[in-house]
């Protein structure tokens, strides 16, 4: 298979105010090293930013939203492991906590097997019932289809929940609440704030 292919991580939180935010920093990629945010405002609009055109047609293609802008996004890990991410309106603040049971055994797959699609497919198929309750994940699927119709795949190499606070045009979002169901693809992020290690790939059309 012809595969693109996404390397980094990808954190999401949600908040008091209705506010979804899931942002992804990509270390390598077809477009080179980027990052991108997912906003389900409290009204419900989904909404990309996104930092180049090339980016935004890219996400738009595959993702589902409602609007979309171009703006210089930066998320950014400083010496403490505070993640800072600055994206047009959004300002969050996140920092991982320690890794607990379920991210060690998450870690156990040697990375050659984890990133076979056909490994992730049977993850996704017999194992994802099984540890989707330690991660407060139900709606998570490791495999699917983008909006395009191309097949997808999550290699999750790391998970780990977090803390989190952030403000929309300097108003204070409250506290960290469930994430809910955001409706961007065929997967949903973990209940909990987290911090993802992750492998995307996304088949060539």
Request: no cysteine; proline share 6%; glycine share 8%.
């Given at each position: 298979?012809?595969?693109?292919?996404?390397?980094?991580?990808?954190?999401?939180?949600?908040?008091?105010?209705?506010?979804?935010?899931?942002?992804?920093?990509?270390?390598?990629?077809?477009?080179?090293?980027?990052?991108?945010?997912?906003?389900?405002r409290s009204d419900g609009v989904r909404t990309l930013l996104a930092?180049?055109?090339?980016?935004?047609?890219?996400?738009?293609?595959?993702?589902?939203?409602?609007a979309a802008s171009r703006v210089p996004v930066r998320v950014e890990r400083d010496r403490t492991g505070l993640v800072r991410?600055?994206?047009?309106?959004?300002?969050?603040?996140?920092?991982?906590?320690?890794?607990?049971?379920?991210?060690?055994?998450i870690r156990l797959?040697?990375?050659?097997?984890?990133e076979r699609p056909a490994w992730i497919a049977i993850e996704d198929v017999a194992l994802r019932p099984l540890v989707a309750p330690l991660f407060g994940a139900d709606g998570v699927h490791v495999r699917g289809r983008t909006r395009t119709g191309a097949r997808e795949?999550?290699?999750?190499?790391?998970?780990?929940?977090?803390?989190?606070t952030g403000a929309i045009d300097g108003t204070d979002l409250g506290e960290t609440a469930t994430l809910e169901a955001?409706?961007?693809?065929?997967?949903?992020?973990?209940?909990?704030?987290?911090?993802?290690?992750?492998?995307?790939?996304?088949?060539?059309?």
């Open positions: 298979m012809d595969l693109l292919r996404f390397d980094g991580h990808i954190l999401g939180t949600s908040f008091a105010s209705g506010d979804t935010i899931v942002a992804g920093r990509w270390r390598s990629s077809p477009f080179g090293p980027f990052a991108d945010v997912m906003w389900r930092p180049t055109e090339d980016v935004r047609t890219f996400v738009m293609g595959h993702y589902a939203f409602d991410v600055d994206a047009g309106p959004i300002d969050l603040r996140v920092r991982a906590e320690p890794l607990d049971l379920a991210g060690r055994l797959r040697p990375r050659w097997v984890r795949w999550y290699a999750i190499h790391d998970v780990r929940a977090a803390a989190a955001a409706g961007f693809g065929f997967t949903e992020f973990p209940s909990r704030s987290s911090i993802v290690r992750v492998t995307s790939l996304i088949e060539r059309l």
